[in-house]
């Protein structure tokens, strides 16, 4: 069974057998792997059946990681489809609402809305709202306001039970009565809507157990032990649904690390697992064991001590970890003069250690706030290091999304100055605020020549009498019609296109992917990397409430930059290779080689709250009184005292946030601060290092690279400007001018003459010149294909375009990341879950809970299960599959279902999108026709057989072919012959439709004359 041996603290935990354990597991301890090994051991030796054991954890990516591993572990000694059922939280609470909701008088399967819509719907309700004592004007509003609702679920309580409670009527309750009237506004929309939010999901799932013991009993009889994984971080009220079900004896196995609890802003309760011995007990009825797990198989030995003592501010009683293998690990410490300073320092090194042979994809800068992203950004893009920056606040500080972003906001509101001057004053224009006065100067005189109308002008307008400005240079007017014309341009074009097709438009009327393929390539990536990211964004994104429209997905952004719920998840990476940059609450659960850790100034990391959650004073926090918990109810009346206890649990919290930050690290963990801060300004005073800097940097293992002294304070923080294009030399971009070149080869000496810097370009030329004739002869071996393996997809796009299956297969091209794909991917991994028993939700898409769009029809989620798929249970799901063809040729591939009825097989394709016209499609059918043929997947007899692309998107279209012995030798000749144009390398370009939707169209002159021909 268990493919690792256990250590000794896992088999002491083994031995326990089937029993009521609460394990402690370290950062690095291996706790999915023991949580594995929990399970495989109560299968495998204690004979309950996979079935009965229910697994619950907090993401769907960490519950088909664990299903993963378990299935791994039991390998063959369980029969294929018999599975552990692994839920996240939300999911098991949805689960119970789907099967006993009806009881309740609740929809059957309620639609789930994330926290950007729940801000949606919050905002529209304070928008109506009459309110005297809550601040509208604030920005923050709507993010307090949810705040307080939260907390309300995370305790089981609705806005009527505060507004009914008796309480003084002193401050804050004026403001929080007017709040809990917007969120009862709120609750009364949702149902209005038929939709509820995520502590909807626990709330109404609680209320159904604790109203019904035969519902909890008929819960509570199908299983025989739960295991519940990242215990800390559960809120009060997942803790009572839980101990509702499970308590008074069920075993139950709660694993997790009290001092990497690091979301009690958003609910989670550290009592959860102090107190876990008390809220659950043994089959005896006896206290549950507590167990501890501290060998480290993550980080070296030398990480692993300053990271003990980290946990030990948090927790001076935490036992520390240990490597059992590892006696290695890096740590440095540097303090440089400023930010800028201090981003080159961590640049440098990442070049060095990349030069030393790690991968950029080993490296990571892990961020306490977002604002420290920007410089980071552009100091790595200054120094070619390929960067993903995976939280999208962080997103947003691209330039190439930040400027994309500004273009959508001036398309909207033609008044936001803000967008205009950063389009501007960005990378294509590079106007200066010289350049704009005299426009501005222009508006308030003409405003003031018509003061009686009262007409407020945009920049936008001014910019559109430049004949009428003056003291403008001649470059700037040059540039600002350029401008002018492509905002024009756009404003029509944009006119009845979808949010994608807007943000493509700008980017090819900007000539953005020009000057992006213009970018060095590891700049390239970076700007690709990011663009798609957000380009994928506008593309999933559909409004709760009516038609889809550029002003509400702006909202929706602004709404989601504010909406620290969104980052609850761990970040998720493409796997390019490119350093990683994300902020350490994303990166819990995540590792990489190489951590750096910038800004740990004092008051920055461990950060300092600008103002403590005192239910005394601030209106959006729960009142004591009204917690299910005893959490805080030690917090002293008198306000000093009170305040000092909130600050001491703040900090707390932060050493926490610390330690998950240390722990990421594999072999090298860099710690850095600056004495000046503030982008692009300068903060007044110089930062000092915070006590986690200064704990650091003493450790006797680390090593100080250096401690600038305070240098005056700088201005302004700010790389000079060396954007890449447009150039003021080469204005019509970089690829004209190259083509210029080519056609004069004297062009650029003529400038470089000009402006006096012959030597340097002649320099320069001849470097250039060097470096080409030292590149190495093109190796001209031939290429003997001899066997052949190709996956199923790659033959169809094969059968539909040779020269296609040429550039992404042979001689590989770049391709872009088809978010449709992706989006496909998660309905079939739904599927794939529902078709195993389980209900898999997710924290981040509304569109993967299908949020009802009522102009393009049902969710493709939606349309499965109310299909005749859905409905039925198939023998075998996303079955794989080696299919050899002849001795050269093998596919490989894997069958999405295989519905089996006395012996007659239907083989089901599932496929998100809309029916196809494409011929190359039946390729697909045609694999798994003969591989159903050739390959025993334990079916049962087969008598008949039929194959089925079942389309989901829009509703649902079959398309089914009867399998007959005339039909498989057809397609078995099709695959053979399609294998020997492989193998023969037959690449020629097979115009079609598909081109249309080809990434390689723009230099495919055969697909390019196709297109134009059309
Ligand atoms: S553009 Fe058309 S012809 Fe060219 S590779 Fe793509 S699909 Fe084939």
Known sequence: MNPITPTTEQQQILDLGFDTIRISAGAGTGKTTTVAMIIANLVTNHGIDPEHILGITFTNKAASELADRVRSYLGASVDPGREVEVHTYHGFAGQILNEFGLLAGLDRRPEVITPTFARQILGEALYNANLEHVDITWSGRINRIKHLGDRLGDHLLEPGDLL????????????????????????????????????????????????????AGTIRERYRIVVLDEYQDTNPAQRILLATIFGDGFPVVAVGDADQTIYEWRGASAENFDRFVLHFSRPDGSEPHTRELTGNYRSGQRILDVANEIRKEANPDASDLSSPNRTDGTIETHWAEDAMAEAEWIARRFEKLHDDG??????????????????????????????????LGGLFSVPEVAELRAWLTLLARPESAPATLQILFGSRYRLGLADIAPVSRWIARTIDKYRDEQLPMSLIEGIEHLDEIEDLRPAAIERLRHFLGVYLELLVEVQGASLVET??????????????????????????????????????????????????????????????????????????????????????????????????????????????????????????????????????ADPKARTEYLRTENLMQEWRVAYVAATRAKSHLMVSGAHWYGHPETNQNPKEPSPLFNLIRDHANSTDTGFAAVPPRPEILRFEDDSFAPDPLFESGWIAALADEIEDPTGVAAIA??????????????????????????????????????????????????????????????????????????VHRRIELIQKGNIPFEEISQEIYDVPDTDTGPGAYKTFLDSRFGENRAARVEAPFTLSIDDRFTIRGRIDAIYANDGALEVVDFKSGRPSEDPARIVQLEAYAVACDDIDFEVGDVTTMKVTFAYLGGGLTEETYEVDAGWLAGARAHLEELGAGILEERFDPMPSDRCRRCDFLQFCEAGLAFVGAE
């Not at 994809?361 to 893009?381: H, Q, Y």
């Not at 409430?545 to 980052?567: H, K, N, Q, T, V």
């Not at 990476?573 to 590792?591: N, P, Q, W």
């Not at 190709?790 to 091209?813: H, I, M, N």
């Open 358 to 391: 790690a991968s950029w994809s080993d490296m990571a800068v892990l961020f306490r706030k977002n604002r420290d992203f920007p410089l980071i950004v552009e100091t790595m893009s200054r120094h070619n290091i390929p960067i993903e920056v995976a939280n």
């Open 753 to 826: 003459e000009r402006l006096g810097i012959e030597s340097a370009h002649t320099k320069e030329t001849d470097m250039w010149s060097q470096r080409l004739f030292d590149l190495p002869e093109e190796l001209n071996v031939e290429e003997k294909r001899d066997d052949l393996t190709v996956s199923v997809t790659a033959l169809v796009t094969y059968a539909g375009c040779p020269k296609q299956f040429y550039w992404s297969e042979v001689d590989r091209l770049p391709r872009r990341r088809n978010p449709a794909a992706v989006a496909g991917t998660e």
């Open 164 to 215: 009914t409670s008796l309480h003084s009527g002193e401050d804050p309750w004026p403001e929080r009565l007017e709040m809990l009237q917007t969120l009862d506004t709120y609750q009364k929309t949702k149902r209005e809507l038929s939709v509820v939010d995520y502590s909807d999901l626990i709330t109404l799932s609680t209320n159904l157990v604790r109203g019904s013991d035969e519902i």
């Open 503 to 636: 943000a493509r438009l700008i980017l090819d009327r900007t000539r953005a992917w020009a000057d992006v393929e213009s970018l060095p390539p590891v700049q390239r990536l970076t700007a690709r990397l990011n663009l798609y990211r957000f380009l994928d964004l506008t593309e999933d994104w559909s409004p709760l409430r009516g038609r889809s429209s550029l002003p509400a997905f702006l909202d929706y952004i602004e709404a989601m930059e504010e909406e620290p719920a969104e980052e609850l998840d761990a970040a998720r990476l493409s796997g390019e290779d490119a350093v990683t940059l994300v902020t350490v609450h994303r990166a819990k659960g995540l590792e990489w080689e190489i951590v750096a850790i910038p800004a740990v100034t004092k008051g920055g990391f461990p950060g300092r709250s600008q103002m403590y959650p005192d239910p005394d004073t601030k209106a959006d926090i729960l009142p004591i009184q009204f917690r299910v918990d005893d959490r805080y109810s030690d917090m002293p």
